[in-house]
């Protein structure tokens, strides 16, 4: 889990353009939320449906500094491992949010 949680901490930091961003933990019934917002370059809307499978990346991140499509694929396993679910959505102002949930 603790390798879940650095690999979206990390891609924030690295993606998130030097903004701020917000990490949020609540618990909602019978289930925890995390979500990590950042103000960065965001995921083009036409890509998020897959941006969780193995050796898939954004383009707007195919630069040197890009990832190669793994991490993500790992945090999905990860979640899913522990029973939870995990989704992204791009921030309404800009950058991206991810979520997951996990049983409490």
């Known amino acids: 889990m603790i390798q879940a949680i650095d690999n979206l901490i990390s891609n924030a930091v690295k993606y998130g353009e030097g ?27 036409n890509e998020l449906h897959n941006i969780f499978n193995k050796f898939t990346t954004s383009s707007r991140t195919k630069t040197p500094a890009g990832g190669r499509g793994i991490g993500l694929a790992l945090v999905q396993k990860i979640i899913e491992a522990h029973n939870g679910e995990i989704w992204v959505k791009n ?7 991810f979520q ?4 409490s």
């Open 91 to 97: 921030n309404e102002k800009q950058g991206a949010v």
């Open 100 to 103: 997951f949930l996990l049983p």
């Open 19 to 45: 903004k701020e961003i917000t990490i949020s933990l609540k618990k909602a019934d019978d289930k925890i939320q995390f979500k990590i917002t950042d103000q960065g370059i965001g995921i083009p809307e």
